[in-house]
C-alpha cells in the first residue's frame, strides 16, 4: 500500500511542476485577452512582427529634392507630384502624418542612415552602391533616363556618346543615376567630362547657355524642361531604364517592412498606379 502511496504521490508532484512551468510560460505579450498598447510612434505589429518606430512621433518623415517634376515639384508652396502622392498614401495606411523635408538629392541617402528622415522618395533608382548604404522598399515604378540636346546638336544619338574619341561635356543632377550611369560609362572611360549640378534646371541651363553639349536625366522632368525651354530636344533613343523605389535606414527593418507592406498594397489596389497616370500620361 505504501508503494501505491508514493507513486501516487510522485505521479501529483510531477503534474504540479507540468502545471507550473505552464503557467510561467505564459506571457502577456502574447496572450489575446490582454490589449496591446499603442503610442503615436509605434503601430500595433501582427503576430511575430515588431512594431516599428519613426524619427517624430506619429509622423513620417520623407525626405526628397523638390526640382523632380513629375515625382516632386513645388505648386505653391506646398510639394506635390508623384512621390509625395505615394508617401501620403503609405502615411495613412500606417496612421501616420507625412511630413515632407526637401534637401539637395545628394543629402538624401545620409539623412536616411543618420536618422534625420524616415524615407528618402525622390524618383531614386535602386544600385548596388546605395544599397550598400540604405534598404530599399519594393519598387513602384520605372524610369527611363534620357539625353537632352540643342535641336541643331550634333549628338543625334546615344550611340554618339560612346563612339571612339568622343569627348563631350554632359550635365547632370549631382549624385542621380544621371550622373552614376555617364561616370561609369563615359568619364572614367575618357569619353566625356560630366558637370554637375544642384539642380536639373541648372543643368538645363547650362545646355542653354551652351556650357554642356547635353544632359542626361529622366525622361518625365526632361519632357517638362524641353516643354519649358524653346530650342531643345530629348533624342529617341533611351539612355538608360531603371526601376524607382523609396530607401529606408537599415538600422529600421520594422519600419522597412511596414512601408513596404503598405507600399505593395496599394500597387496591388491601383492606387499607385492611378497616382502615376494623374501626372503622366499613358
Known amino acids: 500500500m505504501k508503494k501505491y502511496t508514493k507513486i501516487l504521490t510522485a505521479i501529483l508532484a510531477v503534474a504540479m511542476l507540468l502545471s507550473l512551468a505552464a503557467c510561467s510560460s505564459k506571457t502577456p505579450s502574447t496572450e489575446s485577452d490582454v490589449p496591446a498598447t499603442e503610442t503615436p510612434e509605434t503601430a500595433a505589429p501582427e503576430a511575430g512582427e515588431a512594431a516599428f518606430t519613426t524619427v517624430n512621433e506619429g509622423k513620417l518623415t520623407m525626405g526628397t529634392n523638390a526640382a523632380f517634376p513629375p515625382y516632386e515639384f513645388y505648386e505653391g508652396s506646398n510639394i506635390v507630384g508623384i512621390d509625395a502622392e505615394i508617401a ?42 546605395r544599397k550598400e548604404a540604405v534598404n530599399f522598399t519594393s519598387s513602384y515604378a520605372t524610369g527611363v533616363q534620357v539625353v537632352i540636346v540643342a535641336e541643331d546638336s550634333p549628338i543625334a544619338s546615344v550611340d554618339d556618346l560612346f563612339a571612339e574619341g568622343a569627348s563631350h561635356v554632359i550635365g547632370v543632377q549631382r549624385n542621380t543615376t544621371g550622373d552614376l550611369y555617364t561616370t561609369w560609362d563615359l568619364e572614367d572611360e575618357g569619353l566625356a567630362t560630366i558637370d554637375r549640378y544642384s539642380k536639373g534646371a541648372e543643368a538645363v541651363m547650362a545646355l542653354k547657355t551652351g556650357k554642356v553639349d547635353c544632359v542626361v536625366i529622366d525622361n518625365e522632368p526632361a519632357k517638362a524642361f524641353v516643354a519649358e525651354n524653346e530650342g531643345l530636344k530629348i533624342l529617341d533613343t533611351e539612355y538608360a531604364v531603371e526601376e524607382y523605389a523609396a530607401a529606408v535606414s ?33
Open 250 to 282: 537599415k538600422n529600421n527593418e520594422a519600419l522597412l517592412t511596414a512601408i513596404d507592406t503598405a507600399l505593395q498594397e496599394l500597387i496591388a489596389d491601383g492606387t499607385v498606379a492611378e497616382i502615376i497616370a494623374k501626372y503622366i500620361e499613358a
Open 88 to 129: 501620403g498614401a503609405i502615411a495613412d495606411k500606417l496612421g501616420l502624418e507625412l511630413v515632407i523635408e526637401d534637401m539637395e538629392f545628394d543629402a538624401i541617402i545620409t539623412a536616411v542612415q543618420t536618422g534625420k528622415i524616415d524615407i528618402g522618395l525622390a524618383g531614386m533608382t535602386v544600385t548596388d552602391e
